[in-house]
């Protein structure tokens, strides 16, 4: 089969036009396609990284159509094309996992072709995942690590620490390797933040906290799509719950949260907050310790953070 980068459906001979000029210089494999059925006949012949549909077309929608994209080809990233009015049925579609993304008319080409190319980064991970070893992964998280220059080596740390607690809890090799990979892994959802966002030396606006809260989920249904272990899964979608029931994305408290995530959840601010930051400069040994002590029952589970502070003195 061949590989494309990008299908885009449209039924304005027009519109298709200008969606191609917007690639023109990209590098992009780009093809069009001019309603639902010649677009689902391209995966007969094809391999797709990302498709960009119309929602409004004849004979059938967009949203259907990317769910009967979703069936024939489950690693294609889909993104929906609406206009304002439609809006409603792009946030649903993204809710119920049939969209990844979705974009208004008229549309910015910088900013379009900055989606696909997260777009397309996506396609890729599920794909290298599926196949996946130690080397892999590492080599993944890192590809993340470089969208921001202040979190280089954070995984790498992160596993570090989660290793301690999970040796001092006996737990199996197989279980610490899942642990491992899942720390490795726990921001890979975010090959779909802009670096803008990721990067950005102030507070950060509702919108933009918004789309930074997405980056578990997404990066959870990347691991799943790739088949990875449930306790992976766990730690990409809950590292950012909090033991109160304050975090992040569902709302998860106590002993609800997966003990791999809890686990992570302590590695994870820990490291944070002793390297610098685009946002603030570390804090030193004596005041990470006070701010992880602090955070016993409302940030972390108590114990965990208890052996790890043990551990680590």
């Not at 809710?95 to 080409?109: A, D, L, S």
């Not at 998860?252 to 390297?275: F, H, M, Q, S």
Request: aromatic fraction near 6%; hydrophobic fraction near 40%; charged fraction near 25%.
């Amino acid at each position: 089969m061949d590989y494309l980068d990008i299908l885009l459906v449209d039924d304005e001979a027009n519109v298709r036009k200008a969606l191609r000029r917007a690639f023109n210089n990209s590098g992009l494999a780009v093809q069009t396609a001019a309603d639902a059925m010649d677009a689902l006949d391209c995966f007969d012949h094809n391999q797709i990284a990302v498709v960009i549909s119309d929602q409004i077309m004849p004979g059938m929608r967009g949203v259907e159509l990317l769910s009967r994209i979703r069936e024939k080809s489950p690693d294609t990233t889909r993104i929906l094309m609406t206009a304002h009015a439609d809006l409603e049925v792009a946030v649903a579609a993204i809710n119920q996992g049939e969209v990844f993304r979705f974009v208004v008319k008229p549309w910015n080409n910088e900013d379009l072709v900055n989606i696909v190319r997260e777009a397309r980064d996506r396609f890729t991970t599920v794909r290298s995942l599926r196949h996946f070893d130690d080397a892999t992964i590492l080599s993944l998280a890192r590809t993340v690590e470089l969208k921001d220059v202040y979190t280089r080596g954070h995984s790498d740390s992160v596993a570090g620490y989660a290793h301690m607690i999970a040796a001092k809890l006996g737990f199996s090799e197989a279980k610490k390797k899942n642990i491992k990979h899942g720390s490795w892994l726990h921001d890979i959802g975010k090959i779909g933040v802009p670096e803008a966002i990721l990067n950005k030396p102030g507070a950060l606006t509702d919108e933009e906290l918004a789309v930074i809260k997405k980056h578990p989920g997404w990066g959870a249904d990347v691991a799943r799509q790739a088949c990875l272990d449930p306790i992976v899964v766990n730690i990409i979608n809950y590292h950012h719950e909090k033991f109160d029931g304050s975090g992040y994305p569902v709302g998860l408290a106590g002993e609800a949260i997966p003990l791999e995530a809890r686990i992570v959840a302590v590695a994870d601010v820990y490291d944070a907050i002793t390297t610098d930051r685009v946002y603030r400069k570390r804090h030193n040994e004596t005041r990470a310790v006070e701010i992880l002590i602090n955070g016993k029952g409302s940030h972390f589970d108590p114990g965990l953070v208890d052996i790890f502070l043990k551990t680590r003195s």
